[in-house]
């Protein structure tokens, strides 16, 4: 893959949370207590994590999300800013909390409760703010733990600018028309496409976005259709043990290439191999690699 002599500027509108992860020997059932082996805390949110991903990866970002008046809100910040993620137009509400996400993992499967508390508090003048960014952007990434209203509004000031958008469409949501259409690449769980682009199949939902919808699944598998054929990537074996977050690591590895003029299939293939990295460590963000560590592949 190329890395080019230009540092790409990414604006990363979208979620920071506190996730609590519960480790147990299996999911409860309705009515069921059962006990957890233990708890942990890290860093997450969907935006937060491709801003870091994209930061260890070269890139020089900027956040806009929005954290309460609380301590999680304070250690999100801080964390940021280590990671050389520019925070200037992070809003700080005192309407409600700092989001947080609830995780039970077992057997290698998360069931993930999120409670967006802060990030449905970030309004469309919070973006509108900091449109001076927009304007030498490279890119703008959202993904959907925010209001739709500010997806909406986010995608429309970046068309004004002239400046291309990648959506992981996560936690699914019926997108309109015209993110559809505005969008420069979509990234979407297999088993959530109905609720993104309704019943078509989903080879016929692939053809209608050739090169531009990225499909996903648990596997590290990424399938598109690259306007004559399906492309099918894969890579995996037996280091893959943590998969919250691999998403978000997949859109950071596959946005750094775009950036820097790479090809789809390489920008896919790094996409791949980002996000496989991820797993090699507990929580979303820890595991993110930095470009120094894909030196000489």
Do not use: W
């Not at 069931?111 to 469309?124: D, E």
């Not at 068309?159 to 979509?186: C, D, H, M, R, T």
């Not at 199949?201 to 209608?208: F, G, Q, V």
């Not at 990424?222 to 492309?231: A, Q, R």
């Amino acid at each position: 893959m190329n890395i080019t002599s230009e540092q790409p500027k990414i604006i990363v509108v979208g979620s920071s949370s506190i996730d609590l992860v519960l480790n147990t020997e299996h999911h409860p059932k309705p009515n069921e207590t059962v006990m957890a082996i233990k708890s942990e805390s890290f860093f997450g949110g969907k935006g937060a994590n491709q801003a870091v991903g994209t930061a260890r990866l070269g890139a020089s970002v900027y956040f806009i999300g929005c954290v309460g008046v609380d301590p999680f809100g304070q250690q999100i910040l801080r964390n940021l800013v280590d990671e050389g993620v520019n925070v200037g137009y992070v809003a700080e509400t005192e309407e409600s909390a700092t989001g947080t996400a609830y995780v039970t993992a077992a057997g290698g499967v998360n069931s993930i409760v999120v409670v967006p508390a802060s990030n449905y508090c970030l309004k469309p003048q919070h973006i509108a703010n900091a449109e001076k960014f927009f304007e030498t952007a490279n890119l703008v990434l959202l993904q959907l733990e925010i209001p739709m209203d500010i997806v909406e509004f986010t995608v429309e000031l970046a068309k004004k600018n002239n400046v291309k958008v990648g959506i992981y469409a996560s936690p699914a949501k019926e997108l309109s028309v015209q993110v559809l259409e505005s969008a420069s690449f979509i990234v979407a769980k297999s088993n959530e496409l109905s609720i993104v682009f309704g019943q078509e199949k989903r080879e016929e939902i692939l053809k209608k976005y050739a090169n531009k919808l990225f499909v996903r699944d648990d596997s590290n598998s990424t399938t598109y259709f690259n306007g004559s054929e399906m492309k099918y990537y894969r890579n995996d074996h037996d280091s893959v043990l943590h998969k919250l977050g691999m998403g978000d690591a997949f859109v950071s590895g596959l946005s750094i290439a775009l950036c820097h003029g790479n090809s789809v299939d390489e920008a896919v293939k790094f996409g791949n191999d980002v996000s496989l990295k991820v797993t090699k460590n507990r929580g979303s963000q820890r595991g993110l690699p930095y470009l120094k560590d894909f030196a000489g592949q």
